[in-house]
C-alpha cells in the first residue's frame, strides 16, 4: 500500500519555543506589568513604508560598502575593520522589520538588495553569515506570507535566482553544531529551507540538484547522539522526499536505504527517549517509505538486508514495531523478491501474529488508530505476499497459514471483512443523505470517500480471499462458504467487491501493470 502519511506543513517548530537550558517559561515571578509594557512597545513599533525601505537599504549598502574597504585595507588587523561589522551586523538587524511589511519585497528586489544581502552568506565572519540566516528565516516566516503570497513570492524567486540554496548550504557546511549560536543558525537554516519549499515547492528538487544538502542530512542522521537539529534534518529529508521521485531516485544512489537503515537500526531493541526523538524516530522511518517507492530503491532494500531487521525490530515489540510493518508493506507492494526473502527468513510468523491481533501495547499504539492502521497495513503486506509469490514451496508455506489451527486466520480475515464491509456501507448511506439534501458529488469523489473509509482495505481483503479460494483447498473453501452463510452473505458480494476494484484499477504503472493486475481480479470473479 503505497500511500505515504501526508505531513501537516502547518507545523514548523519556533525555536522561541525552547527555553535555553531547559528552564520553564512559565515563570510565576515574571512581572506581568512589565509584560505588558514591553507588548505595548513592540506594539508601537511602525509598520514601515517605502520611504523608511529605501532608508534601510541604503545606510545597509553604505555599511556594507564601508566593511569591505576596511577588510581589503587592512586584512591582517581585525581591530581596524572591527567597527564596520558590529555597524553592519545592526544594520542587518534593522532589516528585519521588513518582516512585519511584505508588500514591500517586490520593492526591496527592485533596490537589487537581495544579492548584496546573499553574498554576507559567505562572509569571512560567521556572526555576519548568520545574521543573513536570521533575516532570511524572519522574511519567509510561513506567518509573513498567509496573505502575501504574491508579493513573497516575488522575494522567493529572487532569492532563488540569485543562489540562495547554494550559499545557505555553503555556509551551512562551515557551521558547528557544538557551538550554541552556531547550532542556532543550522536550525535557521533548515527552517528557511522549509519556508522557501512551502512557498516554491520547485525548491525541493531544485535544492538537491544544485548543493549538497542531501550529503549534510545523511552525514547528520548519521550522528548517533539526539538533539534538536537531528530531528529537524530528518523531517527536512522527509519532506524533501515525500512528493519527488527524482530526489527519491537520487538519495537512493548516494547509498540513502543503507544510510536511513542504519539510522534505524539504533532502536532495533530501545525505545525514543523523549517524544521529540520519537518524532525523529517517526520522520527516518516516512523517509524510508519514501526511498522504498521506486523499483531500484526496493532492491538496494532488500540487499542491505532490510527486511530481516525489520523483523528484528518487530519481534522486539519496541515502539518501532508499527513503523517496521509499514516499511516492510512498501518493500513488498509489487515486488516479488522482497516477498520471498520474507517468507526465507521466516517472517511469516511474525506477520500473522500481527495479523491475528497480537500487537504489544505501549502509550503510543493504545490508539484505537494506530490498531486500525496496522490492520491495514498488515492486509496490504500479505495481499502483497500472495502477489508476489506464485507458486512453489514458499506459496504452499503462505497457504499453510490460513488451514492451521481450523481455519483461524481465514476466520479472522472474514471479521476483518465484516468490519470494513459494515464501514463502507455506513458511508455510501452518508453520501446518499447528502444527495437528497441537494449536495451533489461525482462518481469519483463518492469512490474516494469510499475508500477513505476503508474500500482500499475491504478491496484487499477480497484480493486475498480470492486467492484462498483459487488455491481450490477443499478445508478452506468450505470454512469461507461457512463463514459467509453465517453472515448472510454469498460469493456474489466478494465478487462485486472485487468488480468494483476491477473498473478502478489505475494506470499508475503503466497500462501493461494494469492489465495483468485486471486479469488476476476478473480470474478471481470467474472462480467464484
Known amino acids: 500500500m503505497e500511500v505515504v502519511d501526508g505531513r501537516n506543513s502547518n507545523t514548523k517548530r519556533k525555536r522561541d519555543d525552547v527555553v535555553p537550558n531547559g528552564n520553564s517559561n512559565s515563570n510565576n515571578d515574571i512581572d506581568l506589568s512589565l509584560l505588558e ?5 513592540q506594539n508601537a513599533i511602525e509598520t514601515p513604508d517605502l520611504r523608511t525601505l529605501k532608508k534601510l537599504v541604503l545606510s545597509f549598502e553604505r555599511r556594507l560598502k564601508d566593511n569591505i574597504g576596511a577588510r581589503l585595507k587592512y586584512p591582517d588587523q581585525p581591530d581596524r575593520f572591527a567597527d564596520s561589522e558590529v555597524e553592519l551586523h545592526e544594520d542587518l538587524q534593522k532589516l528585519k522589520v521588513l518582516a512585519g511589511a511584505p508588500d514591500l519585497y517586490p520593492d526591496l528586489v527592485s533596490l537589487n538588495t ?8 559567505g562572509h569571512d565572519n560567521t556572526d555576519i553569515a548568520i545574521d543573513v540566516v536570521q533575516l532570511l528565516q524572519e522574511l519567509t516566516d510561513d506567518e509573513v506570507f498567509d496573505e502575501n503570497d504574491a508579493a513573497v513570492g516575488v522575494l522567493v524567486d529572487a532569492l532563488v535566482d540569485n543562489n540562495v540554496l547554494e550559499l545557505l548550504v555553503q555556509n551551512l ?5 557544538s557551538d550554541p549560536d552556531e547550532s542556532a543558525a543550522v536550525y535557521g537554516t533548515l527552517a528557511t529551507i522549509e519556508n522557501l519549499i512551502e512557498v516554491k515547492p520547485a525548491v525541493a528538487e531544485l535544492v538537491c540538484e544544485r548543493t549538497k544538502l542531501f550529503k549534510w542530512l545523511m552525514g547528520k542522521i548519521k550522528v548517533r547522539e539526539f538533539d534538536g537539529n537531528k530531528q529537524y534534518a530528518s523531517e527536512i529529508l522527509a519532506i524533501l522526499l515525500q512528493s519527488s521521485v527524482a530526489n527519491q531516485k537520487k538519495l537512493g544512489q548516494m547509498n540513502g536505504v543503507d544510510v536511513l537503515l542504519q539510522a534505524v537500526a539504533m532502536y532495533k531493541s530501545k525505545d525514543p527517549k523523549s517524544s521529540d526523538e520519537a518524532e525523529m524516530l517517526e520522520n527516518l522511518f516516512d523517509c524510508l517509505c519514501c526511498l522504498l517507492m521506486p523499483l531500484e530503491n526496493k532492491e538496494r532494500f532488500v540487499k542491505a538486508e532490510g527486511v530481516e531487521l525489520m523483523i528484528i525490530i518487530i519481534k522486539q515489540k519496541k515502539s518501532a514495531y508499527g513503523s517496521a510493518i509499514r516499511a516492510l508493506d512498501f518493500a513488498m507492494t509489487k515486488y516479488p523478491l522482497a516477498c520471498e526473502r520474507f517468507i526465507d527468513v521466516l517472517g511469516l510468523k511474525t506477520a500473522f501474529a500481527a495479523f491475528m491481533g497480537k500487537i504489544p501495547t505501549n502509550k503510543k499504539n493504545k490508539k484505537e488508530r494506530y490498531h486500525e492502521e496496522l490492520e491495514e497495513r498488515i492486509v496490504s ?3 502483497s505476499l500472495f502477489g508476489g509469490i506464485l507458486r512453489g514451496s514458499r506459496r504452499e508455506r503462505l497457504l499453510s497459514k490460513f488451514v492451521e489451527n481450523e481455519c483461524e486466520k481465514i476466520d479472522r480475515l472474514m471479521e476483518l471483512y465484516m468490519r470494513y464491509s459494515d464501514r463502507v456501507k455506513a458511508e455510501t448511506e452518508r453520501m446518499d443523505q447528502l444527495e437528497l439534501d441537494d449536495l451533489e458529488m461525482d462518481e469519483e469523489e463518492k469512490y474516494n470517500r469510499k475508500l477513505e473509509s476503508g474500500l482500499y482495505t ?6 486475498i480471499l480470492g ?3 483459487c488455491s481450490e483447498h477443499p478445508q478452506m473453501r468450505a470454512r469461507i462458504e461457512l463463514l459467509l452463510k453465517q453472515q448472510k452473505l454469498t460469493k456474489k458480494d466478494v465478487k462485486d467487491i472485487l468488480q468494483e476494484y476491477h473498473d478502478n484499477i489505475g494506470d499508475v ?5 494494469m492489465e495483468r493486475s485486471q486479469a488476476k481480479i476478473q480470474r478471481f470473479i470467474s472462480a467464484l
Open 37 to 41: 509594557a514591553v507588548e505595548k512597545s
Open 114 to 121: 537581495v544579492p548584496s544581502i546573499l553574498n554576507l552568506l
Open 173 to 177: 557546511q562551515r557551521l558547528n553544531d
Open 381 to 383: 503486506l500479505i495481499a
Open 458 to 463: 475491504l478491496q484487499l481483503i477480497a484480493v
Open 467 to 469: 486467492h484462498l479460494w
Open 509 to 513: 504503472d503503466g497500462p501493461e501493470e
